[in-house]
């Protein structure tokens, strides 16, 4: 199975959009969280992610079918956030979304951290970032009765805040 991501472009955003809701309605059904899960979000919203000048939207193909996607923006040049990121459903738990996680993950090797969030009641999805190196914050955010988003992150490399000084080699 030959996995890839490529940005998206305009052209690119029906297709996005369409995936997108079918990837996210049935947790809207599930979880009735009707003010965030991406299944209610416009068409202007995606294309908005898609030109957004601090990220964008990557297509995931597989075998040269478009079946997912995954956002990514810096809130600097080296702390990545990931949002949303969907596959169809019948191309999930086939190691895909894993894939998709580490090829952004190279695209942007500056990167020092990697920031997501996952509903916690979606166990599957928990257990596939804990299982990548994201680690709980201890931050949740009650969305609904039904649901609580939890938040991860994953520091990357040996980055310390003493690190990221500048050297001064003049003597």
Do not use: H
């Not at 009707?34 to 939207?57: H, L, S």
């Not at 191309?91 to 993950?105: R, S």
């Amino acid at each position: 199975m030959d996995i890839r991501l490529e940005k998206a472009t305009n052209a690119d955003s029906q297709i996005i959009f369409d995936i997108q809701v079918n990837a996210f309605l049935p947790l809207l059904d599930k979880y009735k969280d009707y003010k965030t899960n991406p299944a209610n979000e416009t068409i202007e919203g995606v294309i908005k992610r898609i030109n957004n000048t601090n990220g964008g939207f990557y297509k995931i193909i597989v075998d040269n079918s478009n079946v997912g996607a995954i956002c990514i923006f810096w809130k600097e040049e080296v702390q990545f956030w990931i949002s949303p990121m969907f596959i169809l459903s019948e191309y999930q738990g086939k190691g895909i979304a894993q894939k998709a996680i580490t090829l952004v993950e190279e695209m942007f090797p500056k990167a020092i951290s990697w920031e997501l969030a996952a509903i916690l009641e979606e166990k599957r999805n928990c257990y596939l970032y804990e299982k990548m190196g994201y680690k709980k914050t201890g931050v949740k955010k009650k969305l609904n009765e039904n649901a609580t988003l939890i938040f991860y992150k994953k520091v990357v490399g040996n980055f310390s805040p003493l690190s990221a000084l500048p050297v001064n080699n003049t003597q």
